[in-house]
């Protein structure tokens, strides 16, 4: 059974950060793509970051371009994503997801993800 296991996230002020973990069990993360998504009451989900299979190459969305950072952890079979400078506009549910065909990491869209996250609720305060 594949399972994606997120850990992290919580209540932070504007200008904190946080740290979020995307730990799988029942596959070999490191052979997925993975994005994380953000999901705010009334929109749709969106992509914020994305990294390939090998680590190479990362993307992220422009308004978390140098705040997020997202990296793999191979030995824990984890994807991280490292948010800094945080922004009450950053509020939302944020989900990890894995694809191994198909799922773009620089325009990921949702229905191209097989393995997802349960969701972890990051709150910015003002």
């Known amino acids: 059974q594949v399972q994606l296991v997120q850990s992290g996230g919580g209540l932070v002020q504007a200008g904190g950060s946080l740290r979020l973990s995307c730990a799988a069990s029942?596959?070999?993360?490191?052979?997925?793509?993975v994005v994380w998504f953000r999901q705010a009451p009334g929109k749709s989900r969106e992509g914020v970051s994305g990294i390939t299979d090998s680590g190479d190459s990362r993307w992220y969305e422009d308004s978390v371009k140098g705040r997020f950072m997202i990296s793999r952890d191979k030995a824990k079979n984890t994807v991280s994503l490292h948010m800094n400078n945080l922004k009450p506009e950053d509020t939302a549910v944020y989900y990890c997801?894995?694809?191994?065909?198909?799922?773009?990491?620089?325009?990921?869209?949702?229905?191209?993800?097989?393995?997802w996250g349960q969701g972890t609720q990051v709150t910015v305060s003002s």
């Open positions: 997801a894995a694809s191994y065909y198909g799922g773009s990491y620089t325009d990921p869209s949702p229905g191209e993800f097989t393995y």
């Open positions: 029942g596959i070999t993360l490191n052979d997925w793509t």
